[in-house]
């Protein structure tokens, strides 16, 4: 039962996206010793198995904000490091925080041929994430004017450019690995349409 939440051990209080988890030496190394263990597992699979991604949304929430932890550029090292000694299949890297197409702003690319970037598109979470628990109300639209923004295919488009950007300078596959919008949000096709077009 492989899973990509931390800690594995459920029965603790800490959680993947608190100081405490990212200050943890001893949590931090569960993760390689985790990672290590799935990768031996799965070294021998086919070409079913397209690529690793570990900790596809690396962040630490401060005052509710997202922040990119200052310990992830070295445990993500790590982790490719200890995949490689395991198996040459690809691996998906997000930078953070989040898997924000941001976090590609003055992001350096891994010395990996084998390396798929990654990122998420919630955004603005407003809307995307509309409906889904207490804190995110039903009520905006796309495109419109959301949290004092504009919101339409340019303005996704902006959201995508540091990511864009990083892609053509150093000529490396990137990908979107999430996006959605719930059903019920009005516009949610056009949104995911919009998300769909901009990423080809």
């Known amino acids: 039962n492989w899973t990509d939440q931390f800690p594995v051990d459920t029965n603790t209080a800490i959680t993947q996206d608190s100081p ?13 010793l985790y990672v290590n263990q799935m990768a031996k597992e799965f070294a ?14 690396p ?11 200052k310990e992830w ?3 993500m090292h790590e982790i490719v490091s200890t995949i490689r000694k395991n198996s040459s299949k690809w691996i998906v890297v997000t930078p953070g925080p989040g898997g924000f197409p941001r976090g590609y702003v003055n992001f350096i690319p891994l010395a990996d041929k084998r390396i798929v970037y990654g990122a998420h598109m919630y ?33 996704i488009a902006n959201v995508f450019k540091p990511l864009r950007n990083f892609q053509e300078k150093y000529q490396v596959p990137v990908w979107i690995g999430e996006f959605s919008a719930p059903v019920w949000a009005k516009g949610s096709n056009q949104y995911l349409l919009d998300i769909i077009d901009l990423s080809n």
Not at 59 to 69: H, R
Request: net charge negative.
């Open 44 to 57: 021998s699979r086919g070409d079913e198995l397209i690529a690793f991604e570990v900790l596809s949304e």
């Open 73 to 75: 550029p070295d445990l």
């Open 20 to 32: 405490e988890f990212w200050s943890s030496s001893i949590e931090r190394k569960n993760v390689t």
């Open 123 to 155: 955004e603005p979470n407003t809307f995307a994430l509309q409906g889904v628990g207490k804190s995110w109300p039903i009520g905006p639209s796309y495109p419109g004017l959301i949290d004092l923004t504009s919101w339409d295919k340019n303005q």
């Open 59 to 69: 962040f630490v929430a401060v005052n509710k904000q997202p922040l990119l932890p």
